[in-house]
C-alpha cells in the first residue's frame, strides 16, 4: 500500500530551527510537497521538490532523497506565525496525490 | 499566487437536507478541481477529482450519489451534500489546478456541521 509518515507533533523554540521529516512508500513518484496548514484553514503551499537536493525559500527548505524515500522541511529562525501543521504529499505513478497525516509544530517563546 | 474562492466558510443544517459548496478560481481557469474532506486532527482525504466538462471521479469509499459534484466551467466547481447526517459534519475544502501546473491552489474551507 501506499505511505506517508511524519511526526505527529514536534515543540520548538522561537528563533531556532526545526526539521520536519517525512518518509514516503508509494506507487511510482511524481514530485513531494509541503503544504502549511493552520488550524481550521485550508493548506497552503510551502515547497515542491521532485529532484534530489535542497530548494531553499526564505527561512524554509526542503530536501529530497527519491532513493531512500524521504525528505524534510527546515524551517529557520522560528516565528510564533510558523505554529501550524505542515503536511507532506507525493503524487504517485497515477498523479494522484497520497497524503501525510501532517505534522503539529508547537512554537514556545 | 493564484486565488481561489470557497463558499460559505460555514454552514450548520439540519438533518436530511443538502447543502451546496461552491469553489471558485477567480484569476485562472481550472482544469482540474479537487475536493476534500478532512476530519478533526487527520489529514486530507480526497473525495473526488473532476475535469471540466466531465463527471467526476469518486475515490473509493465515497457516495457519488450522496456527493453531487458539478464543474460545468472553468471556474466554478459545486459540491452538493445531499441528505446530509451529523456523520458528513467535517471540513471540507476544494483546490484547483490549471492545466499541467504542478502547484494545486486551495480554497478556504467550508465547516458543514449537520444538526
Known amino acids: 500500500g501506499q505511505n506517508i509518515d511524519q511526526p505527529t507533533e514536534m515543540t520548538a523554540t522561537e528563533g531556532a530551527i526545526v526539521q520536519i521529516n517525512c518518509t514516503y512508500q508509494?506507487?511510482?513518484?511524481?514530485?513531494l510537497f509541503w503544504y502549511q496548514q493552520h488550524a481550521g484553514e485550508a493548506p497552503t503551499f510551502l515547497s515542491y521538490?521532485?529532484l534530489d537536493g535542497l530548494e531553499e525559500k526564505g527561512r524554509f527548505s526542503s530536501f529530497l532523497s527519491r532513493s531512500k524515500g524521504y525528505s524534510y522541511l527546515l524551517l529557520k529562525e522560528l516565528q510564533m506565525k510558523d505554529s501550524a501543521s505542515y503536511l507532506c504529499?507525493?503524487?504517485?505513478?497515477?498523479?494522484?496525490?497520497?497524503w501525510g497525516a501532517g505534522t503539529k509544530l508547537i512554537i514556545k517563546p | 499566487g493564484a486565488v481561489v474562492s470557497q463558499h460559505p466558510s460555514w454552514v450548520i443544517c439540519k438533518s436530511g437536507t443538502s447543502v451546496k459548496i461552491e469553489c471558485r478560481s477567480l484569476?485562472?481557469?481550472?482544469?482540474?478541481m479537487f475536493w476534500y474532506r478532512q476530519f478533526p486532527k487527520q489529514s486530507l482525504m480526497l473525495m473526488a477529482t473532476?475535469?471540466?466538462?466531465?463527471?467526476?471521479?469518486?475515490e473509493q469509499g465515497v457516495e457519488k450519489d450522496k456527493f453531487l459534484i458539478n464543474h460545468a466551467s472553468l471556474t466554478l466547481s459545486t459540491l452538493t451534500v445531499t441528505s446530509a447526517h451529523p456523520e458528513d459534519s467535517s471540513f471540507y475544502i476544494c483546490?484547483?489546478?490549471?492545466?499541467?501546473?504542478?502547484?494545486?491552489?486551495f480554497g478556504e474551507g467550508s465547516r458543514l456541521t449537520v444538526l
Open positions: 483546490s484547483a489546478r490549471s492545466g499541467s501546473e504542478v502547484e494545486l491552489f
Open positions: 484569476d485562472f481557469q481550472a482544469t482540474t
Open positions: 473532476s475535469n471540466e466538462g466531465s463527471k467526476a471521479t469518486y
Open positions: 508509494t506507487s511510482g513518484f511524481n514530485g
Open positions: 521538490n521532485v
Open positions: 504529499a507525493v503524487r504517485d505513478s497515477n498523479y494522484q496525490l497520497i
